[in-house]
């Protein structure tokens, strides 16, 4: 096996891995949302005792989300055919605005995570929909761009007009 080989497959490895963390990114901000939510409502601190764990969770998840991102992204740049024609072209403003969207979802969780049982229970929730507002748009973002690299272009070269030649009779 060549080194782009093993390559190609640590990239598609990230690929799926990365697919499964992204979920969790988008559904455990809503289960810490819910349990927020009942904590203000009750003054049961079990909700914020359990939204704190699951803070936790969310902050492993996405540390882990970030490391197989990594490794997409080097495959992509560094061995599949024909991305960095996509990423010069089409791709170039979402991954842009991706990266402005993750920044912000970085430096959000950050602040929910330090902030989280030291602040209103009413801005700790705005502060992790912010978050999750990010996520998504991030979501959203690569998901067209990894759209773009296989339909329509592919991730390889751009085709060219065949050229016909005519026979004289």
């Given at each position: ?47 914020l ?60 969780l ?23 507002a ?36």
């Open positions: 096996m060549s080194n782009v080989e093993l390559w190609l497959r640590i990239s598609a490895l990230g690929i799926y891995l990365h697919a499964i963390y992204v979920s969790l990114t988008l559904g455990i901000p809503l289960g810490i949302i819910v349990l927020l939510v009942l904590h203000s409502r009750t003054k049961n601190t079990f909700y005792s359990m939204a704190k764990k699951l803070t936790i969770v969310l902050g492993m998840n996405f540390a882990l989300g970030a490391i197989t991102g990594t490794l997409v992204e080097f495959g992509l740049v560094q061995v599949w055919p024909g991305s960095i024609i996509a990423i010069a072209t089409s791709a170039l403003s979402p991954l842009a605005l991706e990266l402005i969207a993750f920044v912000n979802e970085i430096a959000l950050v602040l929910f995570i330090v902030t989280l049982g030291k602040t209103s229970t009413g801005k700790s929730i705005a502060i992790i929909t912010a978050y999750w990010f996520a998504l748009l991030s979501g959203v973002l690569i998901t067209s761009v990894n759209s773009w690299l296989v339909a329509p272009m592919g991730t390889g070269a751009p085709s060219r007009p065949s050229r016909r030649r005519s026979r004289s009779a």
